[in-house]
């Protein structure tokens, strides 16, 4: 089952914060986020593992609450350059290897 | 070091046709993920395959298929297209193991008319 974003859509100005949230109604074992801006590729931007482990960005956090199956994506002192889809893709653990399952995606408009 | 590379860019076909869409993978990447991606269903996992052996698959009809080559190239095969094949099929690279991140290629946007 597709995991849930929320918000759909946000419109930011330079320098102000946002949340992109990712529920599951499945247990998750991983959590990967990508972002992806217009005709271009996913790009990598995080992976949460269950148990704690983060691999991802410098500059960007994000949260992962095992309990809730839920995940959130921090993106503060937003620039032009954050504008684009996010999208979160869980992973079912085991042999999932390259299977995610994307949620819809957040659409992120920054302006100046 | 190269990204992930697949061609063509672009595709246009009619009903009933079949096409083949290529990637390769960034060197040294074992595993090759299919994903289509479109407006109404988002992307959603075609199948992956890791050393010429296909380790997972989703939930598509068997017109979608693929194979993967000695050298870790993809290939993905759609047989007798449908106007909803329509989509952006985008192919991720990783070294294979499990929890990586993926790298993906800027896709292949087919058009079935």
């Known amino acids: 089952q597709q995991p849930v974003q929320s918000p759909q859509a946000v419109i930011l100005r330079e320098g102000e914060d946002a949340v992109i949230n990712c529920s599951s109604s499945k247990a998750l074992y991983s959590v990967h986020w990508y972002r992806q801006k217009h005709g271009e590729a996913p790009v990598f931007l995080m992976i949460l593992l269950k148990g704690g482990e983060q691999k991802g960005h410098e500059k960007i956090s994000a949260s992962f609450n095992e309990k809730k199956q839920q995940s959130s994506l921090y993106l503060t002192a937003s620039q032009l350059s954050y504008s684009g889809t996010y999208f979160c893709?869980?992973?079912?653990?085991?042999?999932?290897?390259?299977?995610?399952?994307f949620g819809q995606g957040t659409i992120l408009t920054v302006h100046p | 070091k190269a990204g992930v590379t697949q061609t063509p860019r672009y595709l246009i076909k009619t009903r009933g046709q079949q096409v083949t869409l290529s990637c390769s993978p960034i060197?040294?990447?074992?595993?090759v993920s299919w994903y289509q991606q479109t407006p109404g269903q988002g992307l959603q996992f075609l199948f992956e395959?890791?050393?010429?052996?296909?380790?997972n698959k989703g939930n598509f009809p068997g017109r979608f298929s693929g194979r993967q080559f000695s050298n870790s190239r993809s290939e993905m095969n759609v047989s007798t297209l449908e106007l909803g094949d329509s989509a952006l099929y985008l192919c991720?690279?990783?070294?294979?193991?499990?929890?990586?991140?993926?790298?993906f290629g800027s896709g292949t946007q087919l058009s079935v008319l």
């Open positions: 893709g869980t992973g079912a653990g085991g042999t999932s290897y390259g299977k995610l399952t």
């Open positions: 991720a690279s990783s070294p294979g193991q499990i929890n990586e991140k993926l790298f």
């Open positions: 395959y890791f050393s010429e052996t296909q380790r």
């Open positions: 060197s040294g990447h074992r595993s």
